[in-house]
């Protein structure tokens, strides 16, 4: 007998709260229109699982796991291949049922969207692991990650969402993020994909915040969901960008590569990488032109990027 399954997650950019999410901040992120797909067939068999993951389409990794055990028996990439051996042996021991008894199984992952924008690989394959093994992705992501989990709440969201941690829990609430300036609101990639781990132990190890900085955070984050004034969101974004800087000791994306820009700009998740989002009033071609003399060519509007 054959049995197939199909799940789907949403990748995210965090727009606010970025590194003091971890410790409590309330943050506004979005779930993106490009996501990940996994595929997954299962019939009788030789206890064998195949993986192949591809990257818009095409092939991109290739490993073949024995069952029950999730040994490795080939891989394109063997790396790769041991990070997603890890992945699966924490969702096996949180449902040791799912890979029980003789069944050759198939998997397909497809991802949506280049690897190096960072748009939540990780976090969209995670939340469909879980989906397949029935388990709370949360709990498995913590078995993997010591990140705060906003980007497993982002994979399931189809509306925006306030994320916090307390206790150790995860407290979401979607909220609809439907500024009347969304027009205005651009999100330009700066060319190479952040290691947030990196980030965040870097984070770790020499940054001390307070607790009025993670209830100004808080507060900015749930007034830039809410302000119709366009104004006003572009002074919420500067005062975010000087509290982060302040305590990371490092100098807002606009002063260091973007002053003569004529509007806000405002580093998403981890900094120094990935994506900006950038407040701009004047035509797409003029922005553009403005990037792409910076050598800057990735650029979404709010509606090409946001789901």
Same mark, same amino acid.
């Given at each position: 007998?054959?049995?197939?399954?199909?799940?789907?997650?949403?990748? =995210?950019?965090?727009?606010?709260?970025?590194?003091?999410?971890?410790?409590?901040? +309330?943050? &506004?992120? +979005?779930?993106?229109?490009?996501?990940?797909? &996994?595929?997954?067939?299962?019939?009788?068999?030789?206890?064998?699982? !195949?993986?192949?993951?591809?990257?818009?389409?095409?092939?991109?990794?290739?490993?073949?796991?024995?069952?029950?055990?999730?040994?490795?028996?080939?891989?394109?990439?063997?790396?790769?291949? /041991?990070?997603?051996?890890? &992945?699966? *042996?924490?969702?096996?021991?949180?449902?040791?049922?799912? !890979?029980?008894?003789? $069944?050759?199984?198939?998997?397909?992952?497809?991802?949506?969207?280049?690897?190096?924008?960072?748009?939540?690989?990780?976090?969209?394959?995670?939340?469909?692991?879980?989906?397949?093994?029935?388990?709370?992705?949360?709990?498995?992501?913590?078995?993997?990650?010591? @990140?705060?989990?906003?980007?497993?709440? $982002?994979?399931?969201?189809?509306?925006?969402?306030?994320?916090?941690?307390?206790?150790?829990?995860?407290?979401?609430?979607?909220? =609809?993020?439907?500024?009347?300036?969304?027009?205005?609101?651009?999100?330009?990639?700066?060319? =190479?994909?952040?290691? #947030?781990?990196? @980030?965040?132990?870097?984070?770790?190890?020499?940054?001390?915040?307070?607790?009025?900085?993670?209830? *100004?955070?808080?507060?900015?984050?749930?007034? &830039?969901?809410?302000? #119709?004034?366009?104004?006003?969101?572009?002074?919420?974004?500067?005062?975010?960008?000087?509290?982060?800087? *302040?305590?990371?000791?490092?100098?807002?994306?606009?002063?260091?590569?973007?002053?003569?820009?004529? @509007?806000?700009?405002?580093?998403?998740?981890?900094?120094?990488?990935?994506?900006?989002?950038? #407040?701009?009033?004047?035509?797409?071609?003029?922005?553009?032109?403005?990037?792409?003399?910076? /050598?800057?060519?990735?650029?979404?509007?709010?509606?090409?990027?946001?789901?």
């Amino acid at each position: 007998m054959r049995h197939s399954f199909n799940f789907h997650s949403n990748g =995210k950019l965090l727009i606010s709260g970025e590194y003091l999410v971890i410790d409590g901040a +309330l943050s &506004l992120a +979005l779930p993106v229109r490009y996501g990940q797909s &996994l595929h997954v067939e299962v019939a009788d068999g030789q206890p064998y699982l !195949l993986w192949e993951s591809r990257v818009k389409g095409n092939e991109w990794f290739t490993a073949g796991y024995r069952l029950p055990e999730l040994d490795i028996v080939s891989a394109s990439d063997q790396e790769i291949a /041991g990070r997603l051996q890890t &992945l699966l *042996r924490n969702a096996s021991s949180l449902n040791p049922d799912m !890979l029980g008894g003789s $069944c050759e199984i198939k998997a397909l992952a497809d991802i949506g969207f280049d690897l190096n924008l960072g748009l939540g690989s990780s976090s969209t394959l995670i939340s469909n692991i879980a989906w397949w093994f029935n388990v709370d992705p949360f709990q498995l992501f913590r078995t993997t990650f010591n @990140g705060s989990g906003y980007d497993i709440a $982002c994979a399931r969201s189809a509306q925006a969402v306030l994320y916090q941690v307390v206790d150790n829990n995860p407290v979401i609430r979607q909220v =609809k993020f439907d500024p009347p300036f969304r027009d205005q609101l651009f999100f330009v990639h700066l060319g =190479k994909k952040q290691d #947030t781990l990196s @980030g965040i132990r870097h984070y770790r190890s020499s940054v001390v915040e307070s607790q009025k900085e993670i209830e *100004r955070i808080s507060a900015i984050s749930d007034y &830039l969901w809410q302000t #119709t004034d366009l104004y006003e969101f572009e002074r919420l974004l500067i005062e975010h960008e000087s509290i982060i800087s *302040r305590i990371l000791g490092i100098e807002p994306v606009k002063e260091s590569h973007f002053s003569d820009l004529p @509007g806000s700009v405002k580093s998403l998740g981890a900094w120094g990488g990935d994506f900006i989002l950038v #407040t701009w009033s004047r035509s797409r071609q003029e922005l553009e032109k403005y990037f792409h003399s910076k /050598g800057l060519k990735t650029i979404y509007s709010f509606d090409e990027l946001i789901l």
